[in-house]
């Protein structure tokens, strides 16, 4: 998926709704409600959400779907529990809270879950449909565990052993992931002038919140992106095998993430570990720079965080042990 026709895509559902008079656009948004119509009630959230979120029309794919599914999760809940969405109780918020914590979902989750009906409240005060805001004072758990703790990162032997079992397109996704540390949607966003193998170093064009950055690459995965290059790139045997469903210009014949998840998945699966996803990766490249350079600055510089805290809470970790040689001789 490319990052024009997802805007255009976007854009038009946002005037389904901004293109009618307010008094249309209240009663549409007052019936979606009272109907408890999900769909209208996800198009509405997503046409809120672009037009007036933070990002607007730039907003991202993933983020556009993690809400719309919240939306409609809260929306089915709301109609099995027959609960008013123009005039909730007081206490029917928090019920929904409690409900996605006693079916065993975790704290970060449900705040995800939370943000997105919240959301949807949001489209229904825009749209003239209710005042109510019923998510403002409830309460998610924090989870006191560290990120990196739930969601550890993949092992030296996890990650040489997949690499034993995968063809060129997942070696160097692999490699992408794991050593540049890059998001999957930024690695499968990559174009081919986006590579510098002779300086070892890659371009992220399009990085969370639209940010780009410079990242240096390893020695291997400087090799492997020779190798891919002469394969895939412009000029490559393999170039035009008339099987690539991206634009030419991206490094991978895939644009989605799940495509990469079933074809990474395999080599996984040869190889006899657990796919885990692709975040860590991100994490075994966090926490391997920093134990060798023991800095969270430059660490969280390398995997494109705006904060050190992000690096230090999820994606990096010094070994138990990281201080015996400083305290040797107290």
Not at 271 to 291: I, M, N, Q
């Amino acid at each position: 998926m490319t990052l024009a026709p997802y805007q255009g895509d976007l854009l038009a559902q946002t005037r389904e709704w901004t293109n009618l008079h307010d008094e249309e656009l209240r009663r549409r948004a007052v019936r979606a409600a009272a109907d408890k119509d999900v769909a209208a009630l996800v198009s509405l959230t997503t046409a809120y959400l672009a037009h007036q979120g933070g990002s607007g029309v730039l907003t991202s794919p993933r983020t556009v779907e993690a809400y719309a599914l919240g939306t409609r999760q809260f929306a089915e809940y709301a109609a099995a529990q027959a609960l008013s969405l123009l005039r909730p109780g007081r206490h029917d918020a928090q019920g929904y809270i409690n409900h996605l914590l006693a079916a065993g979902r975790k704290p970060a989750g449900v705040q995800l879950k939370v943000a997105a009906a919240g959301c949807l409240y949001r489209a229904l005060r825009w749209a003239g449909a209710t005042d109510a805001d019923p998510f403002r004072d409830t309460k998610v758990p924090k989870d006191r565990t560290p990120g990196i703790v739930k969601r550890p990162p993949y092992t030296e032997d996890e990650l040489a052993d997949v690499l034993e079992h995968a063809d060129v397109h997942a070696k160097f996704l692999l490699f992408l992931t794991a050593h540049a540390g890059l998001r999957i949607s930024e690695a499968l966003a990559l174009e081919w002038n986006d590579l510098d193998e002779t300086a070892k170093r890659l371009h992220v064009r399009s990085g969370k919140g639209r940010k780009g950055r410079v990242v240096a690459m390893s020695t291997s995965l400087a090799r492997a992106a020779r190798h891919y290059r002469g394969l895939y790139g412009p000029g490559g045997p393999e170039h035009m095998d008339g099987k690539r469903t991206t634009p030419s210009d991206h490094l991978f014949r895939y644009g989605h993430v799940m495509t990469a998840r079933y074809h990474i998945g395999k080599a996984f699966a040869l190889a006899g570990v657990d796919f885990r996803g692709f975040h860590p990766g991100r994490k075994y490249a966090g926490t391997r720079l920093l134990r060798q350079i023991k800095d969270f600055g430059r660490v969280a510089a390398h995997l494109g965080h705006e904060s050190v805290d992000t690096t230090r809470k999820g994606y990096a970790q010094l070994a138990a042990d990281d201080l015996k040689d400083d305290l040797m001789g107290w």
